[in-house]
């Protein structure tokens, strides 16, 4: 599957979780970050993968944050348009 239909995919997956939003849980969701740790360790690993100096373990590990990051970003995504949405109507 090319990386846009599994984009698509996942869009379409996340879809009905979306829905479950309330304006105040979309505003919270929009607003949440990373805890300041965890976001070091990704940036260290970020660094490694591009110098290429990851190990077998540690490309895993990045990868896995990399998929979760992809699924929390759709759904702020959906959570700043619900908001949107809202201060239109």
């Known amino acids: 599957m090319k990386s ?3 984009q698509s995919m996942l869009d ?3 879809q009905p ?5 309330t304006p105040e849980s979309a505003r919270a ?5 990373v805890d300041p740790q965890v976001q070091e360790r ?4 970020a660094e490694k993968c591009n110098e290429g100096l990851l190990t077998p373990e540690e490309r ?7 998929r ?6 759709i759904l702020q995504a959906r959570a700043r348009l619900l908001l949107k949405e809202q201060t239109a109507s």
Not at 29 to 33: E, F, I, V
Not at 42 to 45: C, H, K, R, S, V
Not at 68 to 73: A, L, M, P, Q
């Open 4 to 6: 846009g239909d599994t």
């Open 12 to 14: 379409r997956l996340l």
């Open 17 to 21: 979780l979306s829905q479950c939003l």
């Open 29 to 33: 969701l929009a607003k949440a970050r």
């Open 42 to 45: 990704i940036d260290g690993l």
């Open 60 to 66: 895993e590990e990045y990868e896995t944050y990399v």
């Open 68 to 73: 979760v990051s992809s699924v929390v970003s």
